[in-house]
């Protein structure tokens, strides 16, 4: 009997995009059925990014698309947030970001890492620091329990 044939790097990418074990797992055993060496590659692929070593500098400008959504995905992974602030608007371009949203999602994954400021915005840094600063605090600062 022949294996059934499997595009390797499209499950392992799809396989990346999940950050339940149990949801990976599963998502695994039903795209890899009947091919065990393949789940077992694939397995041992992702397992070898599972390491501390491996983690995400999370940049909130990186995302012009539906960024919190992405955001979401790898908030757990997230080591270090870099919140970008545009104003004056942007250099490049602008983002209008919710950082009580984005907040909200790095702590409903336990996030306890620093932020750090990039402003990339026209506006005098004397007067746009500070205010990207109080809205940083604003948003990151300490919540009740």
Known sequence: MTKPAID??????RALEIAS????AAYL??????????????AELLSALDGAWLQVTLDTGNFLEDPYEKLEKLAAKAVLVQAKTYYGGGLWYSLELDYDRIAAILRKH?????????FEGKEDPATA????LAMLRGAFGAREQ
């Open 129 to 132: 620091l500070p205010k990207s």
């Open 110 to 118: 336990h996030y306890r890492g620093y932020v750090s400021l990039e």
């Open 21 to 24: 074990p149990a949801e990976r």
């Open 29 to 42: 055993d039903e795209a890899c059925a009947g091919n065990d060496e393949a789940r077992r590659k694939i």
């Open 8 to 13: 390797i790097r499209a499950v392992f990418d």
